[in-house]
């Protein structure tokens, strides 16, 4: 019968680690932007604000210097 309790309770705290530690992995994914430099530009921007990916002129681009 003790056998079964502590590999119940093992179980159980391996659940709860699990979803602790896989929680707190896709919040810090969300809050993290990814900063690239941008040659056009010549500053570090967001990778979304890259003039290469939006295939516009680099001089309209509001961080071109």
């Known amino acids: 019968m003790r056998i079964i ?3 119940l309770v093992m179980i159980f705290v391996y659940i709860l680690v699990k979803s602790l530690l896989s929680s ?10 990814d900063i690239k430099y941008c040659k056009y530009c010549k500053a570090y921007v967001t990778s979304d604000e890259l003039c290469s990916e939006k295939d516009n ?4 681009c509001k961080n071109y210097k």
């Open 57 to 60: 002129n680099y001089k309209d």
């Open 5 to 7: 309790i502590i590999l």
């Open 24 to 33: 707190n992995k896709k919040k810090s994914k969300k809050n993290k932007m």
